[in-house]
């Protein structure tokens, strides 16, 4: 399109009358929870707000985490050679778990946001280690970005490491801390939304199924880890289309696309939390 004088696709700019589009979706979710706040026995616009807030830390947390794809596996670009949604999901999934056990244990809120947190750190930190070694002893290449010229953590440089021909290969440390960020803050996140909707199911299951919170319990946390999972690979999805492709970490250009990704997440998460919150419910009338 943009030979024939369209204005090109995937820039950095964005669309605010989808903006606008999305607001509505938020506001008509917020209100249809807060007519059904009357007949739920706890609050429940305030976990909406957290399952929001945590769908968007999933979404700004994938754009740190550095995703080569197939390039990568040639040793044509930096970052790991897999897909953005599958990476930011298996960080997820990591933190989730993390953050589930420790719930489980303590019941304390801030302890286990922190350990999912944690859980997706440390499973970027092994990934990233373990691809950088891969790089270096399998492939004989160095860590290089394509990007930039040096790295603004490290100062190192990386123009006279760079293979001609490609973009870069390897993790440099800039990716490297970027993926452990990402991970931290996408476990963050999703531990978030895990939490929000067990404590809904906790509360809303035991009404409808007429037993005990005691009794539900097994189900409450296995349809709140379900669709916490789900949250993940819709948000990652949403941010890989956002990428399009491959992203180095926070020092890429594709950074900048930020904003757009945490409203698309805002606005997904809306939506998605009010069909989760509205299965544990009572109708009320």
């Known amino acids: 399109m943009s030979a024939l004088g369209g204005k090109a696709a995937g820039g950095d700019d964005i669309n605010w009358q989808g903006v606008a589009v999305g607001l509505v979706v938020v506001i008509i979710s917020i209100g249809i929870i807060g007519v059904m706040n009357a007949s739920f026995p706890i609050d429940i616009v305030v976990p909406l707000f957290g399952i929001i807030i945590g769908g968007s830390l999933i979404g700004f947390g994938v754009h740190f ?4 794809g197939a390039p990568a596996a040639m040793g044509q670009a930096p970052g790991i050679a897999t897909g953005v949604a599958m990476l930011a999901a298996g960080a997820g999934l990591a933190g989730l778990f993390g953050g589930a056990w420790a719930y489980a244990a303590t019941g304390d809120f801030l302890m286990s946001v922190l350990g999912g947190a944690v859980g997706g750190g440390l499973m970027m930190a092994i990934t990233c280690l373990m691809v950088n070694l891969t790089y270096v002893f399998a492939m004989g290449v160095p860590a290089a970005s394509g990007k930039i010229d040096k790295d603004p ?22 990716s490297y801390f970027g993926g452990v960020v990402g ?10 939304i895990y939490i929000e909707l067990l404590i809904i199911y906790s509360a809303g299951l035991p009404i409808l199924l007429q037993t005990t919170e005691q009794a539900i319990l097994p189900l409450a946390v296995s349809l709140a880890g379900v669709l916490a999972i789900g949250f993940f690979l819709v948000n990652a999805v949403l941010s890989a289309y956002n990428i399009t492709g491959t992203i180095e970490g926070p020092h890429d250009p594709k950074f900048k696309r930020v904003p757009r990704a945490i409203i698309g997440c805002a606005v997904a998460s809306a939506f998605c939390g009010l069909i989760s919150i509205l299965i544990a419910v009572p109708l009320p009338f």
Do not use: D, M, N
């Open 153 to 174: 953590i490290t100062g190192y440089t990386f123009p006279e490491y760079k293979s001609q021909g490609t973009e870069g290969h390897g993790l440099p440390f800039i």
């Open 65 to 68: 985490v550095p995703v080569g």
């Open 183 to 192: 991970g931290f803050i996408a476990g963050l996140g999703g531990t978030l």
